[in-house]
């Protein structure tokens, strides 16, 4: 069983900045690959982006240079480093770590967007 804790949301203004952390534990965290995905209130959850076991990344095309995905598997954690926030970005955001065999999410953290 795997337990991920999201931290870091809150309140922002447009053009700023925020840093969420998704702490593991419960397993063997390096084994896992990583995600995060948001979901705007009334719409569906979609990626963000993702980092494999070996440190691949993937973007959804709208946070393309804007967010970077990392891991420190010494830390069992993966951070989500988020610059130049607009309105849209407005989301629960969720960490979720996956294998072949299983899939766990966390149980999100709210980022306010709002001037």
């Known amino acids: 069983q795997v337990h991920l804790v999201e931290s870091g949301g809150g309140l922002v203004q447009p053009g700023g900045s925020l840093r969420l952390s998704c702490a593991a534990s419960?397993?063997?965290?390096?084994?896992?690959?990583m995600g995060w995905y948001r979901q705007p209130p009334g719409k569906q959850r979609d990626l963000v982006a993702t980092?494999?076991?070996?440190?691949?990344?993937n973007y959804a095309d709208s946070v393309k240079g804007r967010f970077t995905i990392s891991r420190d598997n010494a830390k069992n954690t993966v951070y989500l480093q988020m610059n130049s926030l607009k309105l849209e970005d407005t989301a629960v955001y969720y960490c979720?770590?996956?294998?072949?065999?299983?899939?766990?999410w966390g149980q999100g953290t709210q980022v306010t967007v709002s001037s």
């Open positions: 980092i494999t076991r070996g440190g691949s990344t």
């Open positions: 419960g397993t063997t965290f390096s084994g896992y690959n």
């Open positions: 979720k770590a996956n294998t072949f065999a299983s899939v766990y």
